[in-house]
């Protein structure tokens, strides 16, 4: 039984500590997921706290057995933000910078514990739509066309999204190389 | 033509780089994120205790029927001990005490309350049927 159902129930039955333990539990994970997606801290733990929201009322009417209190907060969490990036300006996709090509090697080479932080800060650097493509690829396991509809393109565009993602990811660590 | 395919060397890289790059994004994925700051809990948490729901009330003895009805039970405790006592008084001489328990006659008051609303409303339902 997935554990956070139980909580989930021990909370909608009154129990004071089960929101504690579930928020110590799912909070940290939603709030990575919001960043990564928003790369702005206030708009992160503004979402997060909204998810979370939605997981209290959402609790005396939780069905154990169909979904997973994990899964479906982040999806939740990642729609959040899909909603903030889709009110926030936007160039073409077509007008974004595209990345000039990397140098092959570049992030193989770096120390293992340079390399999450490196690739954290690049992330946040990348262009709203290529990090929010990247995130729901490679943290929420999205498929294309489920990213796609997320975002409102085709999945050509998601394709390229992608791509120009990862270029940008290679270029932002390839200094990195240098240092080592 | 793209210098990947024309260079089978650099074409290798590039499949180690992206190799490289989907594993260091799996290992970021699955590393545990930071607690929360002190202050998003605290919100969180705030809204956890507003939106709690009450808890399951108090299950209620049936209205009809059972073999065990507390709440009747708790409406005549108070008179018949009022009456034994002051039975026991005029033989005895003694003074009946006060025995209504605070807890209990709140009961009985809310059980009679309650009684009155459900005459209340069917008495209206009745006069209101033509």
Not at chain 1, 40 to 52: K, L, N, R, S
Not at chain 1, 75 to 87: F, I, K, S, W
Not at chain 2, 83 to 96: E, Q
């Amino acid at each position: 039984m997935d554990p956070d159902a139980g909580l989930l129930a021990a909370y909608a039955a009154g129990d004071p500590l089960a929101a504690r333990t579930l928020t110590a539990r799912l909070g940290p994970r939603v709030l990575a997921l919001a960043r990564r997606m928003l790369a702005d801290e206030a708009e992160a733990e503004d979402v997060t706290q909204e998810a979370m929201m939605r997981l209290w009322k959402i609790a005396p009417d939780w069905r154990t057995g169909e979904a997973k209190v994990s899964t479906w907060l982040h999806r939740v969490a990642a729609n959040l933000c899909l909603d903030r990036l889709r009110r926030r300006p936007t160039l073409p996709l077509d007008a974004a910078p595209e990345a000039p090509d990397p140098t092959p090697g570049a992030f193989e080479t770096l120390a293992e514990a340079d390399r999450a932080a490196a690739l954290s800060a690049a992330l946040d650097a990348l262009p709203d739509r290529q990090r929010a493509a990247i995130a729901l690829r490679h943290f929420e396991g999205l498929a294309n066309p489920a990213i796609a509809e997320a975002l409102g393109v085709s999945v050509e565009a998601v394709e390229s999204l992608l791509a120009r993602g990862r270029r940008a990811l290679a270029v932002a660590l390839a200094p990195h190389r240098a240092e080592t | 033509m793209d210098r990947d395919q024309a260079n089978p060397d650099h074409r290798r890289d590039a499949q180690v780089e992206a190799a490289a790059l989907d594993a260091a994004l799996a290992a970021l994925a699955a590393a545990p994120p930071p607690p929360l700051p002190a202050a998003l809990e605290a919100r969180i948490l705030a809204d956890a205790r507003a939106m709690r729901p009450p808890t399951a009330a108090r299950p209620r003895p049936a209205r009809r029927g059972g073999a065990f009805r507390p709440a009747m039970a708790r409406r005549f405790a108070a008179p018949a001990a009022l009456a034994a006592s002051a039975l026991l008084g005029f033989g005895l001489g003694v003074a009946p005490p006060a025995v209504v328990d605070p807890a209990a006659a709140a009961f009985a008051e809310a059980d009679l309350l309650a009684e009155e609303d459900a005459f209340a409303t069917l008495l209206a339902l009745v006069q209101e049927t033509p």
